[in-house]
């Protein structure tokens, strides 16, 4: 079965720099994206960053641009955010996100890490 691990998260003052990790695992094939999502107390999950297998797209939420970095490995097996100059305001619990397949495609979610930044 395919599995999403995550790594990376933690406590971390304002300014600080974290690095989290999603390697995947199992029948995953044609990865077309992976991505970041994070969901905060109180608010809806939303879409941190995302990497697109083909071209290589990237993109952010506005919140974190100038801040945050996506990448992938060559294998395509592995996504990593890399999140420098924290805030207050990120502290939430990120997942990894990987859509793949070719009609249909399909969604993986990884468990979900704990990133607390304090002031």
């Known amino acids: 079965q395919v599995q999403l691990v995550e790594s990376g998260g933690g406590l971390v003052q304002a300014g600080g720099s974290l690095r989290l990790s999603c390697a995947a695992s199992?029948?995953?094939?044609?990865?077309?994206?992976m991505g970041w999502y994070r969901q905060a107390p109180g608010k809806q999950r939303e879409l941190v960053a995302v990497?697109?297998?083909?071209?290589?797209?990237?993109n952010y939420v506005d919140s974190v641009k100038g801040r945050f970095t996506i990448s992938r490995d060559n294998a395509e097996n592995t996504v990593y955010l890399q999140m420098n100059s924290l805030k207050p305001e990120d502290t939430a619990v990120y997942y990894c996100?990987?859509?793949?397949?070719?009609?249909?495609?399909?969604?993986?979610w990884g468990q979900g890490t704990q990133v607390t930044v304090s002031s």
């Open positions: 996100n990987v859509v793949a397949g070719r009609m249909p495609t399909w969604s993986y």
């Open positions: 990497v697109t297998s083909g071209s290589n797209t990237t």
């Open positions: 199992g029948n995953i094939f044609s990865i077309n994206a």
